[in-house]
């Protein structure tokens, strides 16, 4: 679990991160309990980064990354935080030298075997939940199964938004460069089960838009980065925070998350990142389920009340009121 927190007023910005983190490489996953995810990205200028999700990327510990662009950039000033983020992202998309034609194949073949192997676990818990219900699991059954979640995920991606900046012919540019590499790792992951041409010929449809789209639902490959500071001429603070998950084809995939400053309007922001209940807990001072819990235990009593009372007093004689889950009051004739 981890849980980030940006705070910042007209006077100052606050960073704070817990220690947790997961390294995914190649081949597993690492979780480490005692980690640095806040850094300073200038040398010059009170700019920092803070990291959640994946502490590394393309395989390289995003604290290696750090240091090597503060080793080149780091006496760099801009003008606003805004430039110092764009910069750091630029660093990434043009860094050749660093995530290199090798690094770019062996992530994409250990992300493309992460995701197809996610559709096999689908694929074996609803398979178990046949047999759970002592239905026959035949090849008929297993390649409607299995077309059933192809076609699902298929749903996913299609209207899936495709990430900025990203050429038009990026999809057909994956498709020839990693032709061979997906075929292979389609037939190895699905050895045991039969798929006919039609469904592997959708899988293989699907495998640019892992790439070069972003879901609504995040997988765990993804890294969240938050710049934030002071650039040399704001007066006030400011932070820009983005998903980053792969460079592929020389393209780093990424979306801006999130984008806040203050200003003379807007005196304070309080922004949770990652997992946000413990922020919750502290500035709603209940926990949310709780929270979700009492209201709704509260519209169900409200609600038979109301049903009790209509049952026992003409509605014409009494106004009722009850309480909606926003704690608005509506009337009730």
């Excluded at 390294?23 to 309990?33: C, E, H, L, V």
Aim: net charge negative; hydrophobic share 40%; charged share 25%.
């Amino acid at each position: 679990m981890t849980s980030e927190i940006v705070i910042m007023n007209k006077d100052a910005i606050a960073l704070a991160a817990d220690s947790a983190v997961t390294i995914s490489g190649f081949s597993r996953d690492k979780i480490f309990a005692s980690a640095n995810k806040l850094f300073s990205l200038s040398d010059k200028c009170p700019v920092g980064i803070m990291i959640y999700g994946n502490a590394s990327f393309m395989g390289i510990p995003w604290e290696t990354i750090i240091k090597i662009y503060r080793a080149k950039n780091g006496n760099k000033t801009y003008n606003t935080l805004e430039e110092y983020a764009d910069d750091f992202i630029d660093f990434l998309d043009e860094n050749e030298m660093l995530f290199t034609q090798e690094i770019q194949e062996q992530m994409f073949k250990a992300q493309l075997y992460a995701y197809f192997n996610s559709i096999k676990g689908e694929l074996f818990a609803e398979i178990q939940k046949k047999i759970n219900e002592e239905e026959v699991v035949d090849e008929d059954v297993l390649m409607d199964l299995m077309t059933e979640i192809v076609d699902s995920q298929y749903e996913l991606w299609e209207v899936a938004k495709k990430c900025p900046g990203f050429p038009d012919n990026l999809e057909e540019m994956i498709l020839e460069r990693y032709e061979a590499s997906i075929k292979e790792i389609i037939s190895d992951v699905f050895e045991e089960f039969p798929l006919d041409e039609e469904t592997i010929g959708i899988m293989e449809e699907i495998v640019p838009w892992v790439f070069s789209k972003f879901p609504e639902i995040k997988n765990n490959s993804y890294s969240g980065i938050v710049v934030a500071g002071f650039g040399e001429e704001e007066i006030f603070p400011s932070f820009k925070s983005f998903f980053i998950e792969c460079i592929i084809c020389n393209k780093l995939k990424y979306e801006v998350e999130r984008q806040e400053k203050i200003s003379l309007e807007n005196n304070s922001v309080v922004a949770p990142f990652a997992q946000r209940e413990m922020v919750d807990i502290f500035m709603r001072g209940i926990d949310p389920s709780m929270f979700e819990f009492s209201v709704s235990f509260l519209d169900n009593s409200v609600l038979f009340n109301i049903v009790w009372v209509n049952e026992v007093y003409p509605p014409s004689r009494i106004s009722l009121y009850s309480y909606t889950s926003q704690s608005s009051i509506h009337m009730i004739s």
